[in-house]
C-alpha cells in the first residue's frame, strides 16, 4: 500500500485581490516535501503572485497557507520568522543588491537571520557560489559586470544561502539561450537531489517542464485547474491546456507529439 505523500506546503481557499482585480478565488494546492513542482499559467492568471502569496509579500484576501504545519496567516512574527529561514526565493533575474558584490549579496542572509562570524559569513557564501557553478573570481563581481546566467546563479546561491529545505524559483530560465536555460535546468535538479529540496518552480519554459519537473500544476480560471505529470497534461481537454502542451513549441520540444 502506498504511504500517503508529505505535503509540506498547503494552501486552501486562497483569494487574491488587487482592488476589484481578483487574481485567484478558491485556489488549493499541495507541493509535496521533495519534489519540483511546476507552476505554469497563460498570463495573468497570476503564477508569481501565487508565489509571493505563499511566502508572505502578497496578502490574501481569503484562505490559509501552510509551511511545515504552521498556518503563516495567523503565526506570529516569531514564528514566521523561523519557518521563513527554512525556505529561499530566487526572484527574477536574480533580483541582487546592485551595489554589492555577489559574496555580500548571498551574506545578505546570513546577515539579516544570523549571529555568524564576517569570516563566517565569508567562507559560507563563497562555498556557495560554488555550489551553484560560479568561479572564485565571481565573488569580488558587481551584478552589473556579470552575465544574465552568471547573474541568476548568483540569485539561486543567495536563496541557498541559509541551507532551506524549499526553495522558490521565479522564472529561473527566462532571458537564457537554449544551452543556458538547459545548464541552469540540470544545475537546479542536481542542487535538489543532492540536498533534499522542495522546489517551487514558476515557469513558461516547456524544456524545463519537461527535463526536471515531477509534477505540474496549471492555473487557470483562477485557481488550480489540474495537477499532475507532464504526462497527465497531455490528457487534458482544456482550450489553454491543450495549446500549451501540444502547440508548436510543444511539438518542437518533442513533447506534444504523443496522446
Known sequence: MAQPRDAIIEVRGLRTQFGSHVVHEGLDLDVYRGEVLGVVGGSGTGKSVLLRAIVGLVQPAAGHVSVFGTDMLRASEETRQKIEQRWGVMFQDGALFSSLTVRENVE???????????????????LKISMV????IACDKYPSELSGGMRKRAGLARALALDPEIVFLDEPTAGLDPIGASAFDAL???????????????THDLDTLHAICDRIAVLAEKRVFVTGTMTDMLQVDQPWVHEYFHGPRARASGIGTKG
Do not use: S
Request: overall charge positive; glycine content about 6%.
Open 108 to 126: 545578505v542572509p546570513m546577515r539579516e537571520q544570523t549571529d555568524l562570524a564576517p569570516a563566517t559569513r565569508r567562507a559560507l557564501a563563497e
Open 133 to 136: 557553478g560560479l568561479p572564485p
Open 188 to 202: 537546479i535538479k542536481k542542487l535538489q537531489t543532492t540536498l533534499g529540496l522542495t522546489v517551487f518552480l514558476v
